[in-house]
T-cell receptor
C-alpha cells in the first residue's frame, strides 16, 4: 500500500532555516500537504502543493516537490521558537479518500 | 478555513464502559468524515471513513463492533468506543471534507479527544 516516510527529528537554532523532508510511494498522489501539530492539539494545515507543481512559496514556507523521485520538502525560513512542533507530510490520491500521513518530524528550535 | 469541533476534548473512563466522541463541522456540510487514532509520538492511523447516510468503511485491523461510527447528518459524526479497555487509551482525531467546492481536497481536522481508560 501507500507509504509516506519522514525523518523523525530536526533541531535548529532560532533564525536558521529548517528543512523537513518526506518521501512517498503513491505515484497517483494528487495533492501533498504539510500539517503542524502542537503538543496535545489537533492538526493545522500549513500548506499544500498540487502534484503538477514543483514549488510553492507562502511567506516563510517553501514547498519543493520532486515528482520523479517522489520527494517533498518543507523549508521554514527564519525559524522561530513558536515553530517547534511535529510536522506531518500527507498525501491524497483522490477526493473523498483519507490522507496518508508520514510519522511526523519533531522540530525543536533553540534560542 | 472551516471549523471542526470535537467533544469531549478529554475523557477518563473506567474499563468496560462505553464512550461516545462527537465530531461536528460547524460551518460547512461534510460529505465525508474520517476518524484517526494517534498514539504518543506516532503518526495518525486511519480507523474508518464515513459518508453521510451510509455505513462506515473500516480499515483493516479495526474492529467495527468495538468502534461504532455513525454519520447521521452532514454536520455530525460520532465514534463510540464500546467496552473500553486501557489499550484503547489514545488520542482520537476526526477530520471532515466536502466534495463540493473543495478544489484542494482539503480536510479540516478537529482538535482531538484524549481518551484515558483506567
Amino acid at each position: 500500500g501507500e507509504d509516506v516516510e519522514q525523518s523523525l527529528f530536526l533541531s535548529v537554532r532560532e533564525g536558521d532555516s529548517s528543512v523537513i523532508n518526506c518521501t512517498y510511494t503513491d505515484s497517483s498522489s494528487t495533492y501533498l500537504y504539510w500539517y503542524k501539530q502542537e503538543p496535545g492539539a489537533g492538526l493545522q494545515l500549513l500548506t499544500y502543493i498540487f502534484s503538477n507543481m514543483d514549488m510553492k512559496q507562502d511567506q516563510r514556507l517553501t514547498v519543493l516537490l520532486n515528482k520523479k523521485d517522489k520527494h517533498l520538502s518543507l523549508r521554514i525560513a527564519d525559524t522561530q521558537t513558536g515553530d517547534s512542533a511535529i510536522y506531518f507530510c500527507a498525501e491524497i490520491a483522490q477526493a473523498g479518500t483519507a490522507l496518508i500521513f508520514g510519522k511526523g518530524t519533531t522540530l525543536s528550535v533553540s534560542s | 478555513g472551516a471549523v471542526v469541533s470535537q467533544h469531549p476534548s478529554w475523557v477518563i473512563c473506567k474499563s468496560g464502559t462505553s464512550v461516545k466522541i462527537e465530531c461536528r463541522s460547524l460551518d460547512f456540510q461534510a460529505t465525508t468524515m474520517f476518524w484517526y487514532r494517534q498514539f504518543p509520538k506516532q503518526s495518525l492511523m486511519l480507523m474508518a471513513t464515513s459518508n453521510e447516510g451510509s455505513k462506515a468503511t473500516y480499515e483493516q485491523g479495526v474492529e467495527k463492533d468495538k468502534f461504532l461510527i455513525n454519520h447521521a447528518s452532514l454536520t455530525l459524526s460520532t465514534l463510540t468506543v464500546t467496552s473500553a479497555h486501557p489499550e484503547d487509551s489514545s488520542f482520537y482525531i476526526c477530520s471532515a471534507a466536502s466534495t463540493s467546492g473543495n478544489p484542494y481536497n482539503e480536510q479540516f481536522f478537529g482538535p482531538g479527544t484524549r481518551l484515558t481508560v483506567l
